[in-house]
């Protein structure tokens, strides 16, 4: 054999070890891709069988999904129905919150009014007081005042039957000096003469005590110094009513003509007269 031959050979042994070795290789491997393409069957039926079952958690998933979302939108409608009802409820209450404001304002004010009115009250009250204590202090004053008097007049009282005996006695030196005068002024009237002494006194002021037609009578008498013909003026709250001319007198009254030409006005008991009109 050649060298040739031999080299030939030798590659042919190579390659049929080489192909051996691949066909050894090439078996293993398909066993290899059996199981693998067989456990891929396995795995993708399972797979199926899971997307199955997850199409069908799916299906219940969107019952269940859209129940809730029913469920859900009857809940909101209702919840939406009592929001309003709050809402309702809530505005009424802000109403009658601005209701009470306004009372609580007004009681506010009334109360600022009747703590004013209580403080003024007080005030008066103090000032009752203080005067309650002036007027019991005063009162024990007149007290004390009254018992002095009643002693003085204790007092007087002896004087006063004393005075009385003078007075009487004056008294009838008076009608003595009276009849005196009166025929002095009979004298003098049936002369002619007018007696210029013959006048009331200047400081004489009494008041009317009746009213007849034509005549009046007054607080003035004797004991006053008038007497028949003394001129008075009668008189109201400084208006001038009228003249009297006295034609009877007693001890303490007299009785006066009304004299037309002087009369001003309607004369009645309380009037004031007296003997000259400031």
């Known amino acids: ?70 469920a859900r939108r009857v809940s909101l409608a209702a919840l939406q129905t009592q929001l309003d009802t ?19 304002t007004q009681a506010t004010q009334s109360l600022a009014q009747t703590l004013a009115e209580l403080k003024r009250i007080t005030s008066e009250n103090d000032l009752l007081k203080q005067e309650i204590d002036k007027i ?39 009608t003595k000096y009276q009849a005196m005068a009166e025929v002095r002024g009979a004298a003098l009237a049936a002369a002619g003469v007018t007696d210029p002494e013959d006048v009331p006194p200047s400081d004489l002021k009494g008041v009317v005590l009746a009213v007849g037609t034509d005549q009046v009578e007054v607080s003035l008498g ?6 028949e013909g003394h001129m008075l003026d009668i008189y109201r709250n400084g208006s001038y009513l009228g003249r009297i001319q006295i034609r009877t007198v007693a001890d303490d009254k007299s009785v006066g003509k009304i004299i037309p030409a002087f009369r001003k006005g309607y004369i009645q008991a309380g009037d004031k007269v007296a003997a000259k009109v400031y």
């Not at 008097?149 to 008076?174: C, H, M």
């Open 1 to 70: 054999m050649t060298r040739l031959g031999q080299i030939f050979t030798l590659l042919l042994l190579i390659l049929s070890v080489a192909f051996f070795v691949a066909a050894v290789a090439v078996n293993a491997a398909h066993k290899d891709l059996k199981s693998e393409v067989a456990a891929l069957d396995k795995q993708k039926k399972e797979l199926d069988s899971t997307i199955d079952g997850f199409r069908k958690a799916s299906e219940v998933s969107k019952n269940m999904l859209a129940q809730e979302q029913v």
């Open 222 to 227: 004797r004991d006053d110094g008038l007497r």
């Open 136 to 174: 019991i202090t005063d009162r024990n004053g007149q007290r004390r005042t009254v018992i002095r008097l009643t002693d003085e007049i204790n007092g007087l009282a002896s004087k006063k039957s004393d005075l009385q005996s003078e007075i009487d006695s004056l008294r009838d030196q008076s």
């Open 86 to 104: 709050e809402r309702e409820k809530n505005q009424q209450a802000n109403t009658q919150l601005n209701d009470l404001n306004s009372k609580n």
